[in-house]
């Protein structure tokens, strides 16, 4: 984490960027490290995290390497990023101007259309879960169109006070690229290059810089080729982070894959080993005394199957050496990692659809009680999206000339809504009074246009009046 005072935010931005300085800051190679690690998880290329993994393993079983092969990849880091960016952003929120202004809620739905707000806050959520942190940029496009953007993580260095880590002085973003000789053959010569974007209150200072020819991972910068000074006119920075879990002396937060990566591998090596031994006994090997068994030209022995052989006193019955593999201990370690999994995730077995197993399936309420820590993680992360998203979009409209006074977001929690339970509970609050029209009933629930159901209503009620006439009167004694 990058640090200053005050008055030295330009010179600290001046001197990691220096000529001769190491890029990226060896305060940030760990960071970095990080995030390029997760995402190989969540893009399934675990052989690559888990290596070392299998080294200490091997010190404990001599042949792994001959026993166990990465042929089931159990990709939960995913999963848990996709289930908290559904439950978070599957129903999309509903914003609003906060003072119901006609204009400022123009001026919000124009944002969310034209940006595409809704993916990219799926987009960021599904960040916050793998990185700890996502990143809104509201930011003019090179056409002048103001438009709300996310940027990964990876290059953004934030430059924080040095006397209180949660105040920022500063934003940096910076991605080196390289231009090759052949543009089409990435095996040509190149040369790379920093390009920097350097965020205070007002404006950004955008720079870009020459690095070393080399290619290893940490470069050097050589010099500085050009600047420029864009004013913004803005209160605060366009840069927008949103963390999934902060702490007083962490502000680029906690990760969700941290915690469960050990056990991720420790499950698909056991399931990888059992699949092995059942591999390695699905066929046998028998074993026969010399008179069942007769061998080919190619010197193999194969079994005399249907000849009737003489056995003699003291002679062994053909029989299949079969092994016991113990693998029920096997099949408990994998219940415990499990178990584990599912408490350390805060994605309970209900997240994944166990309790619907054998159509055993829980009303609404059931469900959310069932699934009580992984609504309690996503409201967490549902906090932290509130102020960011409002934010985003104050900025992004004060960048525009439009400024909003205030923003309202309602949102849902994700879950599928229980008809029958929620039908039960108003019939309940009025009485078994009506609450809904019969119109309104049929055209919600199947989807008839207004003049289809008026015509299924007057249907149905000649259906009744023609019932009532067949029915006898019954009169008293």
Known sequence: MLTTTKDKVQALAFDFLGSGMQWPPPSEVERLERYAANKLLFENKHEVQFKENLKRIQRVIGNFDEVVSYTVNMNYFRKISLKTADLLLGEPPKIKAENENKNEQ??????????????????????????????????????????????????????????????????VLAWDYAEYQNPGDKTSKADYFLKVQIHVPGKYIERLYKLSDIKPPIKTITGMISESVHATKLKDMPIVPIVNVATSDNQLGYDDYEDVQSIICELEIRVAQIAKILDQHAAPTLAAPRLAIEQDANGRYYYKSGKVIPMFEGVPVPQYITWDGQLEAAFRHIEILMQALYYLSEMGPAVWGDAEKLGNVPSGTALRRMMMPTLAKVNRVRSNFDTGVKKALMIAAELQGTPLSGVSITWQDGLPADEMENANIINLRTGGKATMSRQTAIERYDGATASATENEIEKIDEDEAMSNQLVPPVFGN
């Open 106 to 171: 123009q001026t919000i739905d124009d944002f969310i259309k034209e940006s595409d707000l809704y993916k990219k806050d799926y987009m960021l959520a599904i960040d916050v879960s793998r990185y700890g942190v996502g990143i809104f940029y509201p930011h003019r496009n090179t056409e002048g169109k103001v438009y709300i953007d996310t940027v990964t993580p990876s290059v953004w260095f934030p430059i924080y006070n040095v006397d209180n880590v949660q105040e920022c002085f500063c934003h």
